[in-house]
């Protein structure tokens, strides 16, 4: 007898039971499933948040450590300082034996090119180059926009023509292709420029000819750009 009274008594429950069940995975299905969809989704932007700050981070250290211009400065030392897109300088190089010497003790990382560029004209190092009557040249290539460029090298030719006679500076403003093709021969960039124009008319004109050229020839035969009082933009 108590047998079958459980018996009976287990077949009356299996539909509450099985109701139970039922609400209980519709349960699951529908809080637990949607919390764990709220989980993922909020794991995804997580996710997106930190690639988009990384973007953000990558971005901001490309910009100041990738060089979008150059400033070369050619006396007797050769040297060359890379500049970014926000007009700091992120490298300093010599470009020959006494560029390198030169460079070893000025430290302008970090600083405005212009301001670099007075540190270097007036450091010890180079004060012995500066005699009376030398010549020194300044090409800026690169600089983003033309006027952007251009606004980088009379910035740069105002610090130089406080310590220099305006006859004894050369200036250019260039392309990168420009400099690589100059430096491979050896010329600085308005010398280059003029040995180009020169072969036009004179096939034969080496750079070693252009070496003797006078820098009042060069200054013409360059062609370059022509910066009116660079000290007042």
């Given at each position: 007898?108590?047998?079958?009274?459980?018996?009976?008594f287990?077949?009356?429950?299996?539909?509450e039971?099985?109701?139970?069940?039922t609400?209980?995975?519709?349960?699951?299905?529908?809080?637990?499933?949607?919390?764990?969809?709220?989980?993922?989704?909020?794991?995804?932007?997580r996710?997106?948040?930190?690639?988009?700050?990384?973007?953000?981070f990558?971005?901001?250290?490309?910009?100041?450590?990738?060089?979008?211009?150059?400033?070369?400065?050619?006396?007797?030392?050769?040297?060359?300082l890379k500049?970014?897109?926000?007009?700091?300088?992120?490298?300093?190089e010599?470009?020959?034996?006494?560029?390198?010497?030169?460079v070893?003790?000025?430290?302008?990382?970090?600083?405005?090119?212009?301001?670099?560029?007075q540190?270097?004209?007036?450091?010890?190092?180079l004060?012995?180059y500066l005699?009376?009557?030398?010549?020194?040249?300044?090409?800026?290539?690169?600089?983003g926009?033309?006027?952007?460029?251009?606004?980088?090298?009379?910035?740069v030719l105002?610090?130089?023509?406080?310590?220099?006679?305006?006859?004894?500076?050369?200036?250019?403003?260039?392309?990168?292709?420009?400099?690589k093709?100059?430096?491979?021969?050896?010329?600085c960039?308005?010398?280059?420029?003029?040995?180009?124009?020169l072969?036009?008319?004179?096939?034969?004109i080496?750079?070693?000819?252009?070496?003797?050229?006078?820098k009042?020839t060069?200054?013409?035969?360059?062609?370059?750009?022509?910066?009116?009082?660079?000290?007042?933009?």
């Amino acid at each position: 007898m108590d047998k079958q009274i459980k018996e009976a008594f287990d077949t009356f429950q299996t539909p509450e039971r099985l109701k139970r069940k039922t609400k209980a995975a519709l349960r699951r299905r529908t809080f637990d499933y949607g919390r764990n969809i709220l989980q993922r989704r909020r794991a995804r932007m997580r996710l997106a948040s930190a690639a988009l700050c990384l973007a953000l981070f990558l971005t901001g250290g490309s910009l100041w450590f990738f060089p979008s211009a150059s400033i070369s400065v050619d006396i007797n030392p050769s040297i060359e300082l890379k500049v970014n897109a926000l007009d700091r300088v992120i490298s300093l190089e010599g470009r020959n034996s006494d560029g390198i010497a030169l460079v070893k003790d000025i430290d302008v990382t970090g600083m405005t090119y212009d301001d670099a560029m007075q540190r270097i004209l007036l450091s010890q190092g180079l004060e012995p180059y500066l005699e009376e009557g030398s010549t020194i040249t300044i090409t800026v290539a690169g600089g983003g926009s033309d006027a952007h460029a251009e606004k980088m090298l009379s910035r740069v030719l105002c610090r130089a023509y406080n310590i220099a006679e305006e006859e004894n500076v050369l200036y250019c403003q260039v392309d990168w292709e420009t400099v690589k093709a100059a430096q491979a021969v050896q010329l600085c960039i308005p010398r280059y420029l003029a040995w180009q124009n020169l072969l036009q008319t004179d096939p034969t004109i080496t750079p070693e000819d252009v070496r003797q050229i006078p820098k009042e020839t060069i200054r013409v035969l360059a062609q370059t750009i022509i910066i009116e009082d660079p000290c007042h933009e």
